[in-house]
């Protein structure tokens, strides 16, 4: 079973609308990481939580973390295409320092 | 500036070749990565160097050779690779290699093995 569970898929959205894209893990998170990665090339940091009940945004996305820390969702207000992408959640248990592990990824198509 | 850059772009080698990924960063980091990422799926750690020094190995097969030359430049050997072993290949680094802090990626080597 995966350690982090990310929800949907893939998700196809017209320009202006919102959207979630969620990560669940099963087991206690100590960091979670928000990644975009276009096709075949780089991840670019998004955000970091690590505080149960913490959110932050940047631009029109906003990340937060459950207070169990146990779940984070990533929202995207007023979609546009320059939002497509693959975006990652990514895990640091605590356990292994700077070992990050990853969820499957939710794929964003972004209709003009 | 929090740039990672990593050469070549693309690298087709045959399976008896030998051939190297480089990877640089000039942020002052400490802590360097080097990940595996097959098509459609996530990457996967495959070493961390902390300090110069290998810090972690997740059970990567010899074939694949990591060094760290100094604390800016980092870079992972490959010799008698198999078709298998076609992904793109991420180098990261951070700060320090310690929870919660964020991990920098460069753009990654498309490698295919012939």
């Known amino acids: 079973s995966q350690e982090l569970e990310q929800s949907p898929q893939s998700l196809i959205v017209q320009e202006g609308k919102n959207l979630t894209i969620n990560c669940t893990s099963s087991k206690t998170l100590y960091g979670l990481y928000w990644y975009k990665q276009k096709y075949g090339e780089g991840l670019i940091f998004l955000m970091m939580?690590?505080?149960?009940?913490e959110e932050k945004s940047h631009e029109k996305i906003t990340a937060k973390l459950d207070e169990k820390k146990q779940q984070s969702s990533l929202h995207i207000t007023a979609s546009q295409p320059s939002h497509a992408g693959i975006y990652l959640c990514?895990?640091?248990?605590?356990?292994?320092?700077?070992?990050?592990?990853f969820g499957q990824g939710t794929i964003l198509t972004v209709h003009p | 500036d929090t740039e990672v850059t990593q050469t070549p772009k693309h690298l087709v080698m045959g399976m008896t070749n030998k051939k190297s990924l480089k990877c640089e960063q000039h942020m002052g980091h400490r802590a360097m990565y080097w990940y595996k990422q097959k098509a459609k799926k996530p990457p996967e750690l495959m070493f961390v160097y902390s300090y110069e020094k290998l810090s972690i190995n997740e059970s990567v097969p010899s074939r694949f050779s990591p060094e760290c030359p100094n604390s800016s430049l980092l870079n992972l050997h490959l010799h008698a690779l198999q078709p298998e072993d076609s992904a793109l290949y991420l180098c990261?680094?951070?700060?320090?290699?310690?929870?919660?802090?964020?991990?920098?990626f460069g753009p990654g080597t498309r490698l295919t093995v012939t």
């Open positions: 990514g895990a640091d248990r605590g356990t292994s320092y700077g070992k990050l592990t």
């Open positions: 939580l690590q505080k149960g009940g």
């Open positions: 990261a680094s951070s700060q320090d290699q310690a929870t919660g802090i964020e991990q920098y």
